[in-house]
């Protein structure tokens, strides 16, 4: 089946370890999301690729990067992770992006800072 | 962006209806009204998404009234399984200058 994965599912770094959350995609989908939820709170948008083009929330914090080395690769990088980042991590595809197009997401890696 | 405003928990019992409400009173011409259900320690799950009047699929019904300043999740007959969260989105997914962002969403609880 076509789908969204979040590779590894656990992650527990220590505070300031650099530390990188991985996603692919079967689905192809032009769209690649990350978002970050804290317990007991909705997503928060961090940031999302359109093809190779990088869309940045103006309320993401420089700590956080992301790269797209092609279509279904797509990897989270927290430079410095401080234990406020501690969370879970999704991952979402969305076909075009258009406001028609629902967005598919993935399991999660929930990210401990030690 | 369209803030939406949902009840933050409800409770129901297995194999009744139940309709949960979501506001959003700045709603904008090109957008779109989306419900996503999530379970602990998933990613949300599409569940359906409408423009206006009613839609519905093999799992949800959705009321959109004349204004669409708010909309209406329908499930029928839940069962102990429908237990999660539920998020209405509201926005031009990543067109023009718009995006949809996940509103605070409504516990629902079914109990046996």
């Known amino acids: 089946d076509a789908m969204v994965i979040q590779n590894p599912r656990y992650q527990v770094t220590q505070f300031g370890k650099p530390v990188t959350l991985s996603c692919s995609q079967t689905l192809n989908h032009n769209v690649m999301y990350w978002y970050q939820q804290k317990s007991s709170q909705a997503p928060k948008l961090l940031f999302h690729?359109?093809?190779?083009?990088?869309?940045n929330e103006a309320d993401t914090p420089d700590n956080f990067q992301s790269r797209r080395p092609n279509t279904s690769f797509c990897f989270l990088d927290i430079r410095s992770p401080g234990l406020g980042d501690a969370a879970m991590y999704l991952c979402?595809?969305?076909?075009?992006?258009?406001?028609?197009?629902?967005?598919?997401f993935g399991p999660g890696t929930r990210l401990t800072v030690t | 962006l369209a803030k939406t405003t949902q009840p933050i928990s409800m409770d129901s019992y297995e194999g009744q209806e139940v309709n949960i409400t979501c506001s959003h009173n700045n709603i904008a011409t090109n957008d779109y009204i989306t419900w996503y259900q999530q379970f602990p320690s998933q990613g949300p799950r599409f569940i359906i998404q409408g423009y206006k009047t009613k839609v519905t699929n093999e799992v949800a019904s959705l009321f959109i009234p004349a204004d669409r300043k708010s909309s209406t999740l329908s499930l029928p007959r839940v069962s102990l399984s429908d237990t999660a969260v539920y998020y209405c989105?509201?926005?031009?997914?990543?067109?023009?200058?718009?995006?949809?962002?996940f509103g605070d969403g409504t516990t629902l609880t079914v109990k046996p």
């Open positions: 690729y359109y093809d190779k083009d990088f869309n």
């Open positions: 979402a595809t969305s076909s075009t992006g258009n406001r028609e197009d629902e967005q598919y």
């Open positions: 989105l509201v926005g031009d997914a990543l067109t023009n200058a718009g995006k949809s962002t």
